[in-house]
């Protein structure tokens, strides 16, 4: 099971070359292949790039793609009302339904036959193509349509997939 750090904002991953433990960023996905089986829950391979400069493969549930990510905002956290460290299991999702109540998801997406942007999820991801592997400012990012089933695809920068709660 590959759990999810809110302050780093990925995944933890191990590199299959040198055995290092590093952080995986959704801006690091490389392409996100949904494999065939039972649809609960679903089960994903992800392609992503290493900080040691190879791509790997990363077997994900659909629990740990999408939900993780939600769940684990907060965790244990120093309380400034009372002074203590609390824990809330509750409160990432509390914080992130709040969010997304407001129209902001973890990751949206603009599919060409919706007027609106369309709140997506990881798992929506197929490719993610990078202007530069050394230096990311652009990816074009290949998706399906989480409302239509479509393909699509789209530029975006690096930090519009961060998975952090935009509070507005």
Sequence with gaps: MHSFD??????DAVCGTSGARGTLRLSAFRSVRRLPGPTAPPAHVVRYRCGCGEDHDLLMSGVELDLAPIRSTFGAHFDLMTGRMGEEPD???ELWWRSMRRGHWPVTLHCAHHDAPVPAWPSCLRALEPDDERSVSRLLVHFECPLCD???A?????????LVPRLH
């Design 6 to 11: 809110a302050l780093t904002g990925g995944w």
């Design 91 to 93: 409160a990432g999702v």
């Design 150 to 152: 479509r393909r699509g």
């Design 154 to 162: 789209q530029l975006m920068r690096p930090e519009a997939l961060e």
